[in-house]
């Protein structure tokens, strides 16, 4: 199945730190755009970060900015989310997906039926 697979997910203590990865070995990454997503129990899915195909334009949800950084290395096409200062709140399932174009224009509104999503890594946030 085409499909990217994330991977680094684990309990982390508040204000400690994470590094998400996207293995996204069976695509030609440099031309897509991915986005980073989280869904927490009993909530709506939601974008977290993006990259463009390029690594020109990154994008972050209010909740995360300055906190995560998104990154990419196309030659070994995977993607990553280092996630500091964690806080309960970021306690989720995160996904990557493959966005079909290269830039990160409307990734928030991105559903299941659209680009090529991975399984999901769980992170929790908790002392």
């Known amino acids: 199945q085409l499909q990217p697979v994330e991977s680094g997910g684990g309990l982390a203590q508040p204000g400690g730190s994470l590094r998400l990865s996207c293995a996204a070995s069976?695509?030609?990454?440099?031309?897509?755009?991915v986005g980073w997503y989280r869904q927490a129990p009993g909530k709506e899915r939601e974008g977290v970060a993006c990259?463009?195909?390029?690594?020109?334009?990154?994008v972050y949800a209010d909740s995360v900015k300055g906190r995560f950084t998104v990154s990419r290395d196309n030659a070994e096409r995977m993607v990553y989310l280092q996630m500091n200062n964690l806080k309960p709140e970021d306690t989720a399932v995160y996904y990557c997906?493959?966005?079909?174009?290269?830039?990160?224009?409307?990734?928030?509104?991105?559903?299941?039926?659209?680009?090529?999503w991975g399984p999901g890594t769980q992170v929790t946030v908790s002392s």
């Open positions: 990259i463009s195909a390029s690594a020109s334009t990154t």
């Open positions: 069976r695509f030609t990454l440099e031309n897509y755009g």
């Open positions: 997906a493959i966005l079909g174009h290269t830039g990160c224009g409307n990734y928030v509104d991105y559903t299941s039926d659209r680009g090529y």
